[in-house]
């Protein structure tokens, strides 16, 4: 199943795509674990270059990070950091009413572990499909989660850091069976860590398991989208 997706997917977004990375907890380490510059966005980006990466509670040491990859509380200076520093929500209450609502409950799993698609042997335990993708890839991937989804949030873009984004709203998602994919790496705290023409998309796995069965029928393989690809390809001018 992995090997005919990956398959279809470089045919869908070409060769030069970076292929997407599949994530979850577990009890079992991907890598032994490494040392993560403060802001665990950069390391996630990596992964595309095909090295695994494994987060623990020793390595995500990020305030944020900690809490959104579900292996710390919510330290109390953020509510004051989130609003005062980075100005990013108006007051300290609206920062913690967010918090509560996410409802993050602390992992029993020591290890949070990123791997490339291609090197991938199951999709056991796995939370999430992430993708980094510019807008035309991602006018594909909204166009494929679309096509047999009519809700309102079939594809979301929420307040959120870029850790919170792809992690914790993947995983609450997959977890209650849900369908919605998210929208993310709008937070200029993080963009730096990731080439300026790229969003992340991530699919939780309860949405991309029925995703698998949609995605040769959808508009990726239609004659619109084959003009998109040709660009990506640099068979057309930009």
């Not at 990375?21 to 270059?49: H, L, N, Q, W």
């Not at 990020?62 to 200076?77: D, I, K």
């Not at 056991?124 to 499909?129: A, F, L, N, P, Q």
Request: charged letters at 25%.
């Amino acid at each position: 199943m992995i090997q005919r997706f990956l398959q279809k997917y470089r045919e869908a977004f070409g060769e030069a795509a970076p292929l997407p990375i599949a994530f979850g907890y577990s009890d079992t380490p991907a890598v032994e674990g490494k040392k993560v510059p403060r802001c665990m966005i950069g390391a996630i980006r990596k992964v595309c270059e095909g090295e695994p990466l494994t987060l623990t509670a020793q390595n995500a040491l990020c305030g944020g990070g900690s809490l959104y990859t579900a292996f710390a509380p919510m330290q109390e200076r953020i509510p004051a950091f989130v609003s005062e520093t980075e100005h990013y929500k108006q007051t300290r209450e609206q920062v913690k009413a967010f918090i509560d609502k996410l409802d993050i409950r602390l992992t029993e799993k020591l290890y949070l572990n990123f791997v490339r698609m291609d090197r991938l042997t199951d999709f056991d335990s796995v939370e999430g499909i992430l993708f980094f993708a510019t807008p035309d890839r991602l006018s594909g991937l909204c166009s494929w989660a679309f096509f047999d989804n009519d809700a309102d949030d079939a594809v979301c873009t929420r307040f959120a850091s870029g850790c919170c984004s792809i992690v914790a709203f993947a995983v609450q998602e997959n977890r209650r069976g849900g369908r919605s994919c998210f929208l993310g790496m709008l937070d200029p705290s993080a963009r730096p860590l990731v080439p300026a023409d790229e969003l992340s998309f991530t699919i939780p796995m309860s949405r991309f398991r029925e995703m698998l069965q949609t995605m040769e029928h959808s508009a990726l393989f239609q004659k619109a989208y084959s003009i998109v690809r040709k660009r990506m390809n640099g068979e057309l001018g930009k």
